[in-house]
């Protein structure tokens, strides 16, 4: 579906994860690539929409987790597109991440998943970092968000107010939460991470991990997290 406020943003929904499809000019650029099923709905979604016809002609990723980068290469075969992507979380483009503490289930789990779902790795093309700025949508900074990765960013358009925040948080109506700590590096870094996004000039904010609210209810419970830390 189109976001609220946004004919040219769209949002599909896969499994346990949703992504988001920008649309400019003719050219479609995709903000990570979803999970199970990804694929299919992507198509289903852009047919609904009518943008069937535009080619995609990027892919941004947020981060590396598997529920994020499943689809890239199958993508990228499909498309031809161009991969941009975070340029501490290469390990994870690689099929090798590395994890520690508790969090060494998740990548047990995510070695798993990249068995049974024929998970391919895939090149870069170009590596984002703090600051950087990307040319489409009427642009789109790079904010560094670490702690649920090393590389974990959020895509801010200032001229819409605009943050895609990836997994900064889940935005599930009473239940909004950060990501649990067995699926974040760093618990520290996480926390600044909130703040530093808040510390934006926003009026919305779209996660990965949410629900059908719009954006102005997601930034509300996010704020209201940043409140209980």
Not at 30 to 41: A, Q, R
Not at 103 to 130: I, P, T
Not at 168 to 191: C, M, T, V, Y
Request: charged share 20%.
């Amino acid at each position: 579906m189109t976001i609220h406020g946004e004919d040219d943003i769209l949002q599909v929904r896969s499994f346990g994860v949703c992504f988001y499809v920008l649309r400019d000019s003719s050219s479609l650029y995709l903000i990570d690539g979803g999970f199970i099923g990804g694929v299919s709905s992507l198509r289903r979604a852009l047919k609904l929409a009518g943008w069937e016809a535009y080619p995609i002609k990027g892919i941004i990723l947020t981060h590396g987790h598997l529920d994020h980068i499943l689809n890239v290469s199958n993508l990228v075969d499909a498309t031809g597109a161009w991969v941009a992507a975070p340029t501490l979380d290469q390990g994870h483009y690689d099929g090798l991440p590395t994890y520690k503490g508790l969090s060494k289930l998740v990548g047990v789990m995510e070695k798993l998943g990249r068995l049974l779902f024929g998970f391919r790795a895939f090149q870069v093309d170009r590596y984002l970092n703090d600051g950087d700025l990307i040319t489409i949508s009427g642009g789109l900074r790079v904010v560094h968000l670490p702690g649920h990765t090393e590389g974990h960013c959020g895509l801010y358009s200032e001229s819409r107010k605009l943050l895609f925040a990836g997994d900064l948080f889940a935005s599930l109506g009473r239940f909004s939460h950060l990501p649990p700590r067995i699926f974040n590096r760093d618990e520290k870094a996480l926390r600044v991470s909130v703040g530093k996004a808040l510390d934006l000039d926003l009026t919305r904010v779209l996660p990965n991990h949410c629900d059908r609210s719009t954006g102005e209810e997601h930034l509300k419970r996010l704020r209201s997290i940043a409140y209980r830390l």
